[in-house]
């Protein structure tokens, strides 16, 4: 092409042809848009309708989605309600309220998926909504002698005009562009962390953030690390976590300004594992003690022993996560993800073999304990049992007892929900190896009630023969007796998050429980509120062992 520019006698221009190029591509999106409409419904079209000769049809509802109000459904209504998103969507009615100070009260709840393009029909009386028929729906909301008027349109204006947007934020950046700079851009990247010191840096762990900012602030098109997209905050900061394989890992970051024009940096950080070092002890034939540097604190215990190989039972999973709570106790928003992606973590990574789950209105108390009552009677006494649990919690103060609250607990009475002595009661029960319990909730830390001394780490097979050998009956609990983060990173609690990032990223065939709430106890305390905890339940059984994943 730049030949063909010189035998014209015309200057080649890179900058031009580049945002030549950039005003052709965004005329023909303005194009595509500005025919949407006519080509493909860029909205879902939902309607919602009450007639006016049902019973009881009260006064009528505030009509919500995804907790904003769009309008209100009075008896012998419709409303017309143009959605510019695919997805789920939450639906709920509530009592109408003109006072800001009154806390609204829901009558019904209705989660379903729209695509743009297709149309949902609602139908609702006094107290309730439930999804029709595309054929029901039409044929009920066609019969005009059963309504008091036309059709209220109502639009989701935020999605409409969110594309229109992210269009005439392209116009202004290419208006900006028209006259060609007169000075190369001088911005630099600056990594804060890891230190580089030159152009190579040797660590022993296996993952790495990577931070920095941009110097001096401009406006920033994208960047890059190792193909990666980076994310930058209002002020040019970013970071990114890189998982490293053993020995040389090349790590190059570009950044590109509105203007088109990048910069780069590269380095190296060199992955190097600690060795395992294994300690021997001499054991000769006929000799009955070990002799320590002071007394041995688990004489008379396994912990005596010489190393056997490591043979474990079956590995059980329990895990339940509640996002849709009604009534007294706010919904949540991430405890289901949380719960469902150690689910599939435990499932692709580690030795599980049975798996039960109890997700939003299947964790009921009453199916949370048949489930609990299930442990009890089928696991065996070298089988290992792991019990998620992830929703809200309650402590009374009153009664000096922590909670766990099923779906099914709608008010603030303890009638529906199960005391952590209730829990205790269950770890003692079930006859395993090894039980752990991870609790992400409000106020979890009081099922402890005491500790128990365990062995103190080290990385040898023989270290985790012994602490198998005794049994263990354990709790990393996402905070003490405190409200715990819903929100987080990635659509997980801030404690869910770190938690699935250290399970994630363990390379190690074995890896216990002391393990991780060391890998997670300071990156959550530091991004939140709340302070892990990690210890032995009293009273359940526990010699001071621990649980092991193995991975696959």
Not at 149 to 171: H, S
Not at 183 to 191: A, G, L, R
Not at 201 to 213: H, L, R
Not at 529 to 541: A, C, V
Request: charged share 25%.
């Amino acid at each position: 092409m730049e030949a063909i520019f010189k035998k014209s006698n015309v200057k080649f221009n890179s900058y031009h042809t580049s945002l030549g190029l950039r005003k052709t591509i965004l005329f023909v999106m303005m194009f595509v848009y500005s025919v949407t409409p006519i080509l493909s419904q860029n909205y879902a079209t939902i309607f919602i309708y009450r007639k006016n000769q049902l019973k009881n049809s009260g006064t009528g509802y505030s009509l919500l989605i995804d907790k904003s109000e769009i309008t209100r459904v009075l008896p012998g209504s419709r409303v017309e309600y143009r959605l510019y998103k695919n997805g789920t969507i939450e639906v709920l009615c509530a009592e109408i309220n003109d006072s800001k100070e009154k806390e609204l009260s829901y009558y019904c709840r209705l989660n379903f998926t729209v695509e743009k393009g297709k149309t949902y029909y609602l139908r609702g009386d006094a107290n309730n909504l439930e999804q029709v028929s595309e054929r029901v729906g039409k044929s009920e909301l066609e019969h005009h002698e059963n309504f008091t008027g036309g059709i209220i349109l109502k639009e989701d204006l935020a999605g409409k005009n969110y594309m229109k947007n992210q269009f005439d934020a392209m116009e202004k950046n290419l208006e900006r562009e028209t006259a060609e700079p007169t000075q190369k851009s001088t911005f630099e990247i600056v990594i804060l962390s890891p230190k580089i010191n030159g152009q190579e840096i040797t660590t022993d762990q296996n993952a790495i953030k990577v931070s920095g900012y941009i110097k001096p602030y401009i406006e920033i098109m994208g960047g890059e690390i190792n193909n990666q997209s980076l994310i930058f905050d209002e002020n040019g900061n970013f970071s990114k976590m890189l998982n490293l394989k053993e020995g040389i890992n090349k790590v190059h970051v570009s950044v590109k300004d509105l203007n088109g024009r990048s910069q780069e940096k590269s380095f190296n950080i060199v992955y190097q594992p600690k060795e395992l070092q294994s300690k021997v002890v001499a054991i000769n034939e006929g000799q009955k003690e070990v002799t320590y540097r002071g007394s041995d604190p688990f004489k008379g215990t396994n912990l005596s022993n010489q190393a056997k190989e490591l043979k474990p039972g079956k590995y059980y999973a329990l895990l339940i996560g509640i996002n849709a709570y009604s009534g007294f106790w706010k919904p949540l928003k991430n405890a289901t993800n949380d719960a469902m992606s150690i689910e599939k973590l435990l499932t692709d990574n580690y030795k599980f073999e049975v798996f039960k789950t109890l997700y939003d209105k299947q964790a009921t108390r009453d199916a949370i304990i048949k489930e609990l009552e299930w442990l009890v009677k089928t696991v065996g006494e070298n089988d290992n049992v792991l019990i998620y649990y992830s929703g809200h919690g309650e402590f009374k103060k009153e009664l000096n007892k922590g909670y766990w609250v099923p779906v099914d607990a709608t008010t603030a009475s303890t009638s529906n929900y199960i005391s952590n002595s209730d829990i205790q009661t269950f770890l003692a029960g079930i006859p395993s190896k090894h039980t752990l319990l991870v609790s992400d909730a409000c106020f979890s830390g009081d099922i402890f009630r005491g500790s128990v001394t365990s062995a103190a780490f080290e990385n040898t097979d023989k270290y985790y023969q012994k602490t198998y050998d005794l049994k263990s009956r354990q709790a990393i609990s996402s905070g003490g007796l405190e409200p715990v983060m819903d929100g987080g990173k990635d659509s997980h609690s801030v404690f869910a998050y770190y938690l699935i990032q250290a399970l994630t990223t363990n390379t190690s065939k074995y890896f216990d429980a002391s393990q991780l709430f060391s890998k997670i106890k300071i990156p959550v305390g530091n991004n939140s509120e709340q302070s892990p905890d990690f210890n032995p339940i009293k009273n359940t059984g526990d010699e001071g062992g621990n649980f092991i994943f193995i991975r696959k």
